[in-house]
C-alpha cells in the first residue's frame, strides 16, 4: 500500500516537475528543437496529481478500472504500488483482449512515464501518446499516484512549426487546450478517439 503524506505529495510533485522538465528536453533536443523557459511554462503550466484506489473486486473480469484511454496533457509521471494491473497498448494491435496489451509491471523504486495527447499533437505526431487501461485484481486493493502535466487552459496548442516545416504537413491544426480539455472530459473515453479533435488527417 502507498502511504502519503502532505509533505511526500508536495515532494513527488516538485521532484516529476523536474523530471518533466529534464524529459522534455531530451524528447524535443532530439528532434532538433529547442525550447525556451517560456515554452516549457507554457507545456505544463498545469500539474494535475491525483490519487486513484482500485478496491478488490472478486470479478475483476466484469469489471473495468480505468477504460483504455490517453492522457491528454504532455507527459504524466506515475507512481504505482506493487500489485499491477497497468497495461499498454502496443502499436499496431488495436483489439482489446489480443496480445496487443502489454502489463507495466511495478517496479520498485521506478515511475512509469506516459507521453500524452499534446506531446503527439506538438511533435506532429511523431511521439504517439501511449494507450492503456487498469484492470483490477481479485485479491488485493490497488493504489496509483498520477502526476499530469498538461498546458493550461488558456494555452493553444499544435504542431511545432519547426516540424510542420521538415515534414511539410500540418497533421493537427492548433487548439485551445481548454477546448481540448473539455471535449477530453465531455465523452466517454474510447481508446484515442479524443486526438480527432485536433486532426488535420489520418496521422
Ligand atoms: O492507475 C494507473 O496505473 C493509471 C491511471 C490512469 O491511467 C489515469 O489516471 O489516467
Ligand atoms: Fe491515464
Same mark, same amino acid.
Request: proline fraction near 5%; hydrophobic fraction near 35%; aromatic fraction near 8%.
Given at each position: 500500500m502507498l502511504a502519503?503524506?502532505?509533505?511526500? *505529495?508536495?515532494?513527488?510533485? &516538485?521532484?516529476s516537475t523536474k523530471l518533466v522538465r529534464e524529459l522534455l528536453e531530451i524528447?524535443? !533536443?532530439?528532434?532538433?528543437? +529547442?525550447?525556451?523557459?517560456? &515554452?516549457?511554462?507554457?507545456?505544463?503550466? $498545469?500539474k494535475m496529481e491525483n490519487m486513484n484506489f482500485y478496491p478488490s473486486?472478486?470479478?475483476?473480469?466484469?469489471? #473495468?478500472?480505468?477504460?483504455?484511454h490517453s492522457d491528454m496533457g504532455t507527459l504524466t #509521471?506515475?507512481?504505482? =504500488?506493487? /500489485?499491477?494491473?497497468?497495461?499498454?497498448?502496443e502499436e499496431g494491435h488495436v483489439e482489446e483482449g489480443k496480445d496487443g496489451w502489454i502489463? /507495466?509491471?511495478?517496479?520498485? !523504486?521506478?515511475? #512509469? /512515464?506516459?507521453?500524452? =495527447? +499534446?506531446m503527439q499533437i506538438l511533435s506532429n505526431g511523431r511521439y504517439k501518446s501511449a494507450e492503456h487501461r487498469v484492470r483490477t485484481t481479485s485479491s488485493e486493493s490497488r493504489v496509483s499516484v498520477p502526476l499530469f502535466a498538461t498546458p493550461t487552459p488558456s494555452? &493553444? /496548442?499544435?504542431?511545432?512549426?519547426?516540424?510542420?516545416?521538415? =515534414?511539410?504537413? *500540418?497533421?493537427?491544426?492548433?487548439?485551445?487546450?481548454? =477546448?481540448?480539455?473539455?471535449?477530453?472530459?465531455?465523452? *466517454?473515453?474510447?481508446?484515442? &478517439?479524443? $486526438?480527432?479533435f485536433a486532426q488535420n488527417d489520418s496521422a
Amino acid at each position: 500500500m502507498l502511504a502519503m503524506t502532505r509533505d511526500v *505529495a508536495l515532494e513527488y510533485l &516538485k521532484s516529476s516537475t523536474k523530471l518533466v522538465r529534464e524529459l522534455l528536453e531530451i524528447l524535443f !533536443g532530439s528532434l532538433g528543437v +529547442t525550447l525556451d523557459e517560456a &515554452k516549457f511554462e507554457s507545456l505544463t503550466g $498545469l500539474k494535475m496529481e491525483n490519487m486513484n484506489f482500485y478496491p478488490s473486486c472478486p470479478n475483476p473480469e466484469l469489471t #473495468v478500472g480505468v477504460g483504455r484511454h490517453s492522457d491528454m496533457g504532455t507527459l504524466t #509521471v506515475l507512481l504505482q =504500488d506493487g /500489485i499491477g494491473g497497468l497495461y499498454v497498448l502496443e502499436e499496431g494491435h488495436v483489439e482489446e483482449g489480443k496480445d496487443g496489451w502489454i502489463e /507495466i509491471p511495478p517496479i520498485p !523504486g521506478a515511475l #512509469v /512515464i506516459n507521453v500524452g =495527447d +499534446t506531446m503527439q499533437i506538438l511533435s506532429n505526431g511523431r511521439y504517439k501518446s501511449a494507450e492503456h487501461r487498469v484492470r483490477t485484481t481479485s485479491s488485493e486493493s490497488r493504489v496509483s499516484v498520477p502526476l499530469f502535466a498538461t498546458p493550461t487552459p488558456s494555452e &493553444k /496548442i499544435g504542431p511545432l512549426p519547426q516540424l510542420v516545416e521538415s =515534414d511539410g504537413v *500540418a497533421h493537427y491544426k492548433e487548439v485551445l487546450f481548454g =477546448d481540448y480539455m473539455q471535449n477530453f472530459f465531455g465523452k *466517454a473515453h474510447e481508446g484515442k &478517439k479524443s $486526438l480527432q479533435f485536433a486532426q488535420n488527417d489520418s496521422a
